[in-house]
Structure formats: C-alpha cells, structure tokens
T-cell receptor, first 113, second 115 residues
Framework: LAKTTQPISMDSYEGQEVNITCSHN???????ITWYQQFPSQGPRFIIQ???TKVTNEVASLFIPADRKSSTLSLPRVSLSDTAVYYC??????????????FGGGTRLMVKP | DTGVSQDPRHKITKRGQNVTFRCDPI?????LYWYRQTLGQGPEFLTY????????KSRLLSDRFSAERPKGSFSTLEIQRTEQGDSAMYLC?????????????FGPGTRLTVL
C-alpha cells in the first residue's frame, strides 16, 4: 500500500473550515483515497472516499488533484465535536479481495471555542 | 443499533493468563477484520476473514494469538499467555466486500490491560 504523510496535529476554532492535506506520492493507478475519523476510546469511523477530482458528502469534501499525489480533506464549519484524529489511507479498495487497511499516525485536530 | 459490537469493552488480566474477545459484525457483512491499536498510534492489521475462512494473518499475530469465525458470523480473538506488550485496544471491523468498493465499519474496541 502507498505510504501517506499528513501533519501530526492541527488547531482550529469553531466555525472555521479545516483542510487537512495528505501526501501519497507513490499512489498506484488502482488505489483509492479514504479518510477515517477516530475519537478517543472509539473505533475509526469512515468519512469519505474518492479516486479523483472532488467528492462531497454530508460530512466533508475530498479534493484530489489530477496527479493524485496528494489529497485534501475539507471539514466545513468545524465544531468542538470534530476534535479527533483523522487518518488518510490509500489502497486498492475496489478489488475483490480483502483490504488490510494501513493506518499512519493520523492528524490530531483540536477545535477550540 | 445494527453496528459492529465487541465484548468486553475493557479487560484487565494478569500476565500469563488467557483472554478471549468477541466481535459481532454487521449481519450481512461477509468480511471481518481484527486490528490492534496502541496508544498514540494508528490501528495495525492482525487478521482477516472472508465468511468463515481466515485468509490473511499479519506477522504481528504470534503463535499466542488465534482467531476464529465459525459459521461466518461472529468472531473470537484469543490471546494465550498474555504479556504486558499485549496491552492495547483490539478493534474489529466488518464489510460487505465486493468488486466496486469496500468500506470497513469498526466496532468500539476492547481495551486490554495486562498487569
């Protein structure tokens, strides 16, 4: 699986838009980009997945440039409850075999009042 | 709630004891994964089942670890002769794997403390 690099931590304030960028220079043609969110003492929660350009759901947007060597998770108008660790993962999630997710250290987002 | 459930949520044991954890996946999901997470780190893959077949095992899964998924439903993870280094959060995830995409849904985890 392609290695990912993301900031260790970020601080923000309530109501702001937060953008977390992930680098994945060795992404393969069949690889997708997936983001998970994890609160303390809970399992990771799927946020969003994309292959190219832009994907948006009710929680976040995912921006992927044409070369796909990076991606940006955008959280609009964060609240205190968005304080969590955010993981960027890259892998071939579109195949017919099991996917052993490889998590890095994640980005610890702290939202302040 | 029809999410992934794990039991127990917390387990404290003494070094050398055996422990067993249970995971109940989302009912229609055919794939089940076990991960381990230590403090400050991301989860690490341990093993994976498709239905009742255990198809992958990480080298992290020593001989003291064994996992089963009888009848392709719930799964158990047993650790024999626990060591202090086994202290971690053990996470279970399930998915409905098929060509066209897979999303893994995680349970709340079992936190193991080995004294």
């Amino acid at each position: 699986l392609a290695k990912t690099t993301q900031p260790i931590s970020m601080d923000s304030y309530e109501g702001q838009e937060v953008n977390i960028t992930c680098s994945h220079n060795n992404i393969a043609t069949n690889d997708y980009i997936t983001w998970y969110q994890q609160f303390p003492s809970q399992g990771p929660r799927f946020i969003i997945q994309g292959y190219k350009t832009k994907v948006t759901n009710e929680v976040a947007s995912l921006f992927i440039p044409a070369d796909r060597k990076s991606s940006t998770l955008s959280l609009p108008r964060v609240s205190l409850s968005d304080t969590a660790v955010y993981y960027c993962l890259v892998g071939d999630f579109n195949n017919n075999a099991g996917n052993m997710l490889t998590f890095g250290g994640g980005t610890r987002l702290m939202v302040k009042p | 709630d029809t999410g992934v459930s794990q039991d127990p949520r917390h387990k404290i044991t003494k070094r050398g004891q055996n422990v067993t954890f249970r995971c109940d996946p989302i009912s229609e999901h055919n794939r089940l994964y076990w991960y381990r997470q230590t403090l400050g780190q991301g989860p690490e893959f341990l093993t994976y089942f498709q239905n009742e077949a255990q198809l992958e095992k990480s080298r992290l899964l020593s001989d003291r670890f064994s996992a089963e998924r009888p009848k392709g439903s719930f799964s158990t993870l047993e650790i024999q002769r626990t060591e202090q280094g086994d202290s971690a959060m053990y996470l279970c995830a399930s998915s409905f794997g098929l060509a066209g995409g897979e999303t893994q849904y995680f349970g709340p985890g079992t936190r193991l403390t080995v004294l």
